[in-house]
């Protein structure tokens, strides 16, 4: 399984297309204390977290000596495309989002 979703409820979907993936971002509409964000997590160990306010967190969660990364996006599609971007293992392509904000 090169991928996988988390949900605001923290059930894991492997490998969700691209509609699945919307509909797990659209979850986001109703989150609370406990329950308020969705993640994507490559087989590499980079995972990308996504908040209610199109914040990104991007962390590799196998390697502690990498800070995570915060960046907050215009568009939901933009956080589509990266979330999409990871689920090939785009790497590079998710890196470069930091470095053109």
């Known amino acids: 399984m090169p991928y996988f979703m988390n949900n605001t409820m923290g059930e894991s979907i492997d490998e969700p297309t691209e ?14 204390a406990e329950h308020f964000d969705v993640s994507l997590v490559h087989e590499s160990g980079w995972s990308l977290s996504v908040y209610q306010d199109r914040t990104l967190v991007w962390e590799n969660v196998n390697d502690e000596d990498i800070q ?32 053109e904000s």
């Open 19 to 32: 509609a699945e993936i919307r509909e797990i971002l659209s979850e986001l509409q109703n989150t609370d």
């Open 68 to 99: 995570p990364r915060e960046l907050t996006l215009e568009s939901w599609q933009g956080v589509v495309d990266a979330l999409l971007k990871l689920s090939r293992g785009e790497i590079s392509a998710v890196n470069s989002l930091w470095q």
